[in-house]
């Protein structure tokens, strides 16, 4: 080979690697080619693993053992846990609750083969958030996906796992239903960026899956099936102490690139780790480290059904970004590892990890089962103040701004926000913010008034210590130069 | 850009500037989108540049400072801002313009002339380093023994160094580059797609190699490429620029400069996203530079340790420096010495990572190979 990986550029990487497959299959007998690279006996399906050479079942166990190996080494979950699976019926959340539902029932036949019963087996509760206040898909096939969604979840027994259906806009918690939509159309309506509406729906999103245990905060859901109001818990409501997203890889991989792009490197790395802790409920990341076509594929060669919607491609940023980095990934079928791997490399936060347990009504022997070898707790840094909209971790020069903000309006508690949701989100005009207070949900302005509260005591320490909030640079003036079209003095 | 230049002139329109209120506007900042007359913008775009060196301390009284000049629109426009401001707020310093003649035919031959009409418009005094000179071999006479392969790699690293050498001889106290904010996002999206996190940690710091001889420094760190490419329109530059405004004009795409030398797809894709990020959103730019500062990037990797060339005296990690180890290369018919895993003359293998990745990448950084700004 003329140039060697070490110093070679990533195009003549490509190069290289189209010369040497050739050569690989030149060196074996067509019979060999076949032949699954780990097992070596059954007949490779093309397309399997990454490098397309696995037979079926090895592809699987490949697939499942990294799954197993992220729950395991991150105590994602343990015997006395009650997960959330997060489903949208796409193929990532579908392996997830496969692989989670295999979890549950070897953790069941253990229990039922085991002595002293010491270690129960963990719950698993299903939620599918229904957005289609938002998307304007067609009411019957809105009913025909929550019905195969409840046969998908239904099949999944024993041991049973309850299903929660819930409405986006029910996190507004108002009287009816029809309410809820105005207000969600209203909210939706103010964010006259693109971009900016996507992101407020995903931390709507966020907000509904975390929705908190309080009376006057329970939605009111529809249930489709007997048109009966049922009052409908998730997440902590419902005593789950885990939320199971699939995130993948390939999606890691756009938010990486999406937050840098949209100026919020400091707060990435809180995103894209295996435990997302900052929440009530704790989020858990089990499928970082499968590709998107990984997933495809094992959806079509188990056939799992999926559930397609017509959403509409993503616009803005978003929607640039992940057309840029398929595009990258079909010019290197590595670059997604690449990217979460470098951004993966970025110090995580505190609240990166599982809490340790230390109450002593948990059982020891689940206590003993909170495995985590690879986790280093020092090298993380503590920070404990965060933006009131996104909940993202703020960065000092963020926080430095904050002081500017004096605290006369109700709204002002949202001046503690990011640049980034200040920009994308807020809108342009002062005299509107007001109005795009009024109409944010409730349990996010809980959240806001929380966040505000311990933003503004450790501001106060800041002060108190001396310690310089100044902007380590003038990146912050450029910024909000370029996003005021103020001229610079 | 044709279109921010001259749609608004020819529309006419009753739209004030909005900074002056009193000329029509001219043109729409690209940073901020704003409409603004052509007097308005020079004196934005001049202030803002006169702001970051005053807030980096870019500058001290009385130092000695060569312009990285290639000819291209970026250093041209570097040198003329600068000797401006130099002049306007009396810094006090004494420019120079420093080239590097990589011995490219139909390529740096040309822009050299550009750099020499530079020094006769703004009576700064010209150097210029050639490969020839300095390393016995233009990049023709490489490029003519190894082929296209790895000939991007000799050339950046001999350019570094030949740039420092340069800088030497004018015993100048720094280099001003004239890279720009989308060349510096673009490094940083670069870095995150390569997985460099040590390059990825140091890309956006606005002056490099302060442990090194010689200090460089980007006052254009925060500058706009639109930008620069609309401020050689004013009656001020008009004579220098000519040349370069006619090649924008006439050929609107950036690449049609591109070094002969080096094509590359890979940057290609980066610089294209950037241009799709700032056409949806202008302020896309300063935000991956401004995540490109705020990373949490733990400060406990260890740094190659830094020593002399035992054959030319230049800074260097191992017993010869990385130009050395190719001119030796080239010299007895081996080119292949130096590139990936060296053989031979730094038999030290723990240290072999340490030169691969502080040079091997070059190539791929933001600037095309042909530029001096690197």
């Known amino acids: 080979m003329a140039c060697d990986s070490s110093t070679c550029q990533s195009n003549c990487y490509k190069r290289q690697l189209v010369e040497e497959e050739p050569i690989a299959s030149k060196s074996g007998d067509s019979n060999k080619q076949s032949v699954c690279v780990k097992c070596k006996a059954k007949e490779a399906v093309s397309g399997a693993g990454e490098d397309g050479r696995f037979c079926r079942e090895c592809f699987r166990s490949n697939l499942y053992g990294k799954f197993k190996l992220a729950v395991t080494s991150n105590a994602m979950i343990t015997p006395s846990d009650n997960v959330l699976v ?165 999606r890691i991989a756009c938010h990486v690139i999406t937050a840098t792009v949209k100026g919020q490197g400091y707060s990435l790395p809180a995103d894209i780790q295996y435990v997302d802790a900052r929440w009530e409920v704790p989020v858990v990341l089990p499928l970082r480290d499968c590709l998107a076509s990984e997933l495809n594929m094992f959806c079509h060669l188990d056939g799992l059904k999926t559930l397609e919607f017509s959403n509409g491609p993503c616009s803005g940023i978003n929607g640039l970004v992940s057309s840029f980095v398929k595009l990258l990934q079909e010019e290197n079928p590595s670059r997604e590892c690449t990217i979460v791997r470098t951004a993966g490399k970025l110090t995580p936060f505190h609240f990166n990890r599982i809490p340790e347990l230390n109450d002593s009504n948990v059982p020891l022997a689940t206590r003993r089962r909170q495995k985590r070898f690879n986790l280093k707790p020092n090298e993380s840094i503590s920070s404990e103040s965060f933006c009131p909209l996104c909940f993202s971790p703020l960065s000092k020069s963020d926080l430095s701004s904050l002081s500017s903000f004096e605290s006369c309006q109700d709204y002002d508690i949202l001046g503690a926000a990011c640049s980034s949701c200040r920009f994308q989100i807020f809108p342009k005009d002062p005299s509107s913010m007001e109005h795009f207070y009024s109409v944010l949900p409730q349990p996010l302005l809980i959240r806001a008034k929380k966040c505000s509260n311990g933003n503004r005591s450790l501001l106060r320490q800041f002060q108190k210590d001396g310690s310089n909030l100044q902007p380590t640079s003038n990146i912050d003036n450029q910024v909000l130069a370029a996003a005021n079209c103020l001229p610079k003095e | 850009m044709e279109e921010a230049v001259t749609k608004p002139t020819k529309k006419g329109g009753a739209r004030l500037c909005c900074i002056c209120n009193q000329s029509r506007a001219a043109l729409k900042r690209p940073k901020t989108l704003e409409q603004i007359c052509k007097e308005c913008f020079y004196e934005v775009f001049e202030e803002e540049i006169h702001q970051v060196i005053v807030d980096n301390q870019l500058f001290k009284p009385g130092e000695r400072i060569a312009i990285g000049a290639s000819g291209g629109k970026d250093s041209t426009v570097l040198a003329c801002v600068l000797s401006e401001l130099n002049r306007r707020h009396n810094y006090g310093l004494d420019l120079f313009l420093l080239s590097v003649d990589e011995g490219i035919t139909g390529y740096r031959d040309d822009s050299l002339e550009t750099v020499k009409r530079n020094e006769v418009q703004y009576g700064l005094p010209l150097k210029i380093v050639s490969y020839k000179d300095l390393y016995g071999w233009t990049m023709d006479e490489i490029v003519k023994m190894i082929g296209l392969k790895n000939n991007c790699t000799f050339c950046g690293v001999f350019r570094r160094q030949a740039l420092d050498r340069g800088a030497s001889l004018l015993k100048v106290d720094k280099v001003a580059t004239g890279h720009n904010a989308d060349d510096i996002a673009e490094t940083v999206l670069l870095n995150i797609l390569r997985g460099d996190i040590a390059r990825l940690s140091r890309c956006t710091s606005i002056v490099t190699g302060e442990d090194g001889p010689i200090p460089r420094c980007k006052p254009f760190k925060y500058t706009y490429e639109k930008e620069i490419v609309i401020y050689p329109c004013s009656l001020k530059c008009s004579v220098v620029i000519e040349k370069f405004t006619y090649a924008y004009f006439k050929r609107l795409d950036y690449f049609s400069t591109e070094c002969i030398y080096s094509p590359n797809a890979y940057r290609g894709f980066a610089r294209e996203f950037i241009k799709d990020l700032e056409r949806i959103r202008p302020r896309a730019i300063l935000d991956i530079i401004k995540s490109g500062e705020n990373f949490r990037i733990s400060t406990s990797t260890k740094m190659p340790e830094q020593g002399t060339c035992q054959r030319c005296g230049y800074i260097s990690s191992q017993k010869w420096c990385k130009a050395c180890v190719l001119l030796e290369g080239l010299n007895r018919g081996l080119p292949k010495l130096g590139i990936g895993r060296s053989r031979g003359l730094n038999n030290d293998n723990k240290k072999e990572k340490d030169v691969t990745q502080s040079n091997g990448a070059k190539s791929i950084e933001s600037k095309q190979c042909g530029t001096l700004d690197f």
Do not use: W
């Not at chain 1, 041991?159 to 939509?181: M, N, Q, T, W, Y």
């Not at chain 1, 960026?193 to 899956?209: F, I, Q």
């Open chain 1, 86 to 250: 997060a489903f949208s019926g796409g193929p990532s959340s579908r392996v997830v609750l496969q692989f989670i539902h295999e979890m549950q029932q070897r953790a069941q036949k253990n229990f039922d083969a085991s002595k002293d019963r010491s270690l129960p087996v963990f719950g698993v509760g299903v939620t599918y958030i229904d957005e289609s206040a938002y998307h304007s898909v067609p009411s019957c096939e809105i009913d025909e996906a929550i019905e195969d969604i409840r046969s998908i979840v239904s099949n999944l027994a024993p041991p049973a796992k309850e299903l929660h259906i819930v409405p986006i806009e029910g996190v507004f918690a108002l009287d009816s239903l029809d309410c809820e939509r105005e207000r969600l159309k209203t909210l939706l309506d103010s964010v006259s960026d693109a971009t900016g509406k996507e992101d407020l729906l995903l931390h709507l999103r966020m907000l509904t899956l975390q929705k908190r245990r309080s009376a006057a905060f329970d939605g009111v859901v529809q249930d489709v099936f007997t048109h009966k109001y049922l009052r409908l818990q998730v997440a902590s409501e419902n005593g789950y102490n885990r939320l199971v997203l699939g995130l993948c890889t390939s």
